[in-house]
């Protein structure tokens, strides 16, 4: 028991991941929140443009002042989802993290047809369910490679264990 907590400390930090436990649901949460700032910081930025256009005083504010607030809205929540990127990288590999942002598109997509009365084409649609395909593949092949990584060391620490 001692060798191995010699050996573990051993280890330089580049060597040991970080061993603080993320429950899954922590993950899913920091991706859903990620994905919430991601099409909030898009709609204030698309309020700021639409508020700069009009030229009008909305509520007694003028539509530069509105169109500030906006902008300053926009890089808040860009702000925030690049501070729950960083978190989320240390628990994800990257090559999953980035395709699971594409996500965020689709979100985008659906909040511009809903609020913001922009068409959704065929094209669009067929966009979205090709990111979801290509996400779930991505997602597929972790998954998979993470039960190869699982058998592998499994069989190497039981010809560890007959020598």
Same mark, same amino acid.
């Not at 702000?79 to 990257?94: A, E, S, T």
């Not at 065929?122 to 990584?149: F, H, I, N, P, R």
């Given at each position: 028991?001692?060798?191995?907590?010699?050996?573990?400390?051993?280890?330089?930090?580049?060597?040991?991941?970080?061993?603080?436990?993320?429950?899954?649901?922590?993950?899913?949460? $920091?991706?859903?929140?990620?994905?919430?700032?991601?099409?909030?910081?898009?709609? @204030?930025?698309?309020?700021?443009?639409?508020?700069?256009?009009?030229?009008?005083?909305?509520?007694?504010?003028? @539509?530069?002042?509105?169109?500030?607030?906006?902008?300053?809205?926009?890089?808040?929540?860009?702000?925030?989802?690049?501070?729950?990127?960083?978190?989320?990288?240390?628990?994800?590999?990257?090559?999953?993290?980035?395709?699971?942002?594409?996500?965020?598109?689709?979100?985008?997509?659906?909040?511009?047809?809903?609020?913001?009365?922009?068409? $959704?084409?065929?094209?669009?649609?067929?966009?979205?369910?090709?990111?979801?395909?290509?996400?779930?593949?991505?997602?597929?092949?972790?998954?998979?490679?993470?039960?190869?990584?699982?058998?592998?060391?499994?069989?190497?620490?039981?010809?560890?264990?007959?020598?």
């Amino acid at each position: 028991m001692k060798s191995k907590e010699v050996k573990s400390e051993a280890q330089g930090p580049s060597e040991r991941p970080d061993k603080r436990p993320y429950k899954k649901n922590t993950v899913a949460i $920091l991706l859903l929140l990620s994905y919430l700032c991601l099409t909030a910081g898009q709609v @204030s930025a698309k309020l700021a443009g639409m508020v700069l256009s009009s030229k009008q005083v909305i509520s007694g504010i003028p @539509s530069p002042q509105l169109a500030l607030a906006f902008a300053f809205g926009t890089y808040f929540f860009f702000l925030l989802r690049g501070l729950l990127w960083v978190f989320l990288l240390r628990k994800l590999k990257l090559v999953l993290a980035y395709p699971l942002m594409s996500i965020g598109y689709i979100l985008v997509l659906a909040v511009s047809f809903l609020f913001f009365k922009e068409p $959704l084409t065929v094209g669009k649609m067929a966009g979205a369910l090709l990111l979801m395909t290509g996400v779930s593949l991505v997602s597929y092949g972790e998954v998979q490679q993470k039960k190869a990584d699982e058998k592998s060391n499994e069989k190497g620490s039981e010809k560890g264990s007959l020598l």
